[in-house]
């Protein structure tokens, strides 16, 4: 009975294996493209919100700014931390996923892909801008009018003009960026600042407009850089030997590619920069023909497939990345000290440039407070006589972040000596601080007659 049921079984599945299968299409197009896209943008958007929303700016007179307190090279555990931890994230980047960031964050290749659609949009898919193999621009004969040439111009310029905008937000807040773009005076604006804009976005309109991925292929030192971090394991195209039939009379891949590497011949140390374009081209290829089946010849693959060795995902990135690994937790432990133990104010007492007949009678108390909202601050002086000495003013008030100098005057009266005292400055916030200094007075010498 059983074995009449097997039989049974083998048949159907026999039969079963006559049947064409139509695997589910473009696994990777309908996601990846999207994806992608997503993240370009993203990318951008958070380039200009980074200084917009004060996360992190420049300010010309301080240095760092982050979300409105200065950073000084004196908070050193914040900007060591901060660096370490950035750094070690992106070797680990690099060596798990190699150059994605070219392929799916770099502001310049979202640019180039944005200009390069444009002009396909406007010219025509052979009019390429610039081409290092001497072929010419090749403007489609239906395209051929000066209204397109105005649209394609104009949308390069705006780009341009949005491009070079960005690093003016790392300078300045939005509110000075919205008095420049106005044209309204406003004297914390550098001057010359249009002018400096206006070189920037000849320069950007050049990248843009005619430069593209040549920057990407023969300039960009970055991108070198990120590729000698690539392991076997890091993340790479995939080809499908088994099904290469599909590709008899097919380029849609390495078309698609702006690196012009055909991933068809994947190696492990190739320039590809794991956009996935040419995964899309070949899934989407293969969504719409009748002829070939299953889905797309292409994958993005972690893992040694070279050798046959294919390891854990996560084993494998941490036995590469151990030391980054370690990095990034220091850093991260730096930036939670520096932040723990981030002083919002400082001060100190100075020696006057002002003399009276070779004896120092007066010293200078510079407050410097580090972040921009308003605060109040007191000082006194202790271990000498108050009669002694007299300060300008025992409050100041900040309205923001800034400077001020208080002087402390001791009398002429005081008898030849030494006189240590005390500075404490006290914040209504909280913070305090004192400093210790001594004061010397000489014996005078009456002058000759
Ligand atoms: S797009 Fe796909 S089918 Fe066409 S050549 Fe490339 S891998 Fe082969
Ligand atoms: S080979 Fe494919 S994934 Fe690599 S850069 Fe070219 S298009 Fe992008």
Partial sequence: MQGKNTGYVMSAQESLKQIPIREAHAPGATWLHVARRSVQVFTLVLLVLIPASGLFRIDPSSGILMLDHQVWFSDIFIIMGFWIFIASLLIMMYSLVGSVFCGWMCPQNTASEWANMMTEKYLGRRANMMDVSGIKMQVASRRKSWLNYVILGFSLLLASMFYALIPVFYFYPPELIWSFITFQYDPALANGLHW??????????????????????????????????????????????????????????????????????????????????????????????????????????????????????????????????????????????????????????????????????????????????????????????????????????????????????????????LYRFRVIVTADGGWTRDFQAVHFVRKQIPAKS
């Fill in 196 to 417: 400096i804009y206006m070189v920037c976005v000849f320069i950007m309109l050049m990248d843009i407009g005619v430069m593209r991925h040549l920057i990407c292929k023969y300039m960009c030192i970055y991108r070198v850089w990120q590729h000698s971090f690539k392991t076997r394991d890091t993340l790479h195209i995939s080809y499908d030997k088994t099904r290469s039939d599909h590709c008899k009379s097919c380029h849609y891949c390495v078309d698609s590619c702006f690196l012009d590497i055909d991933p068809r011949q994947p190696e492990v140390f190739d320039s590809c920069v794991n956009c996935g374009a040419c995964v899309v081209a070949c899934d989407e290829l293969h969504s719409k023909s009748k002829k070939l089946d299953g889905p797309g010849l292409l994958t993005l693959k972690l893992g040694d497939e070279w050798q046959g060795k294919y390891r854990g995902m996560l084993g494998s990135f941490f036995s590469r990345a151990r030391a980054a690994t370690f990095a990034t937790v220091a850093g991260a432990i730096m930036v939670v000290y520096g932040v723990a133990s981030y002083e919002p104010a400082s001060f100190s007492v100075y020696r006057s440039d002002s003399n009276q007949a070779d004896q120092i009678h007066d010293y200078r108390i510079n407050l410097a407070y580090k972040i921009n909202q308003a605060e109040h601050m007191h000082i006194r002086v202790e271990g000498i006589d108050p009669s002694l000495f007299s300060l300008q003013t025992q409050d100041v008030q900040f309205q923001s972040a800034g400077r001020q100098d208080v002087v402390l005057r001791f009398s002429d009266q005081l008898a030849e000596g």
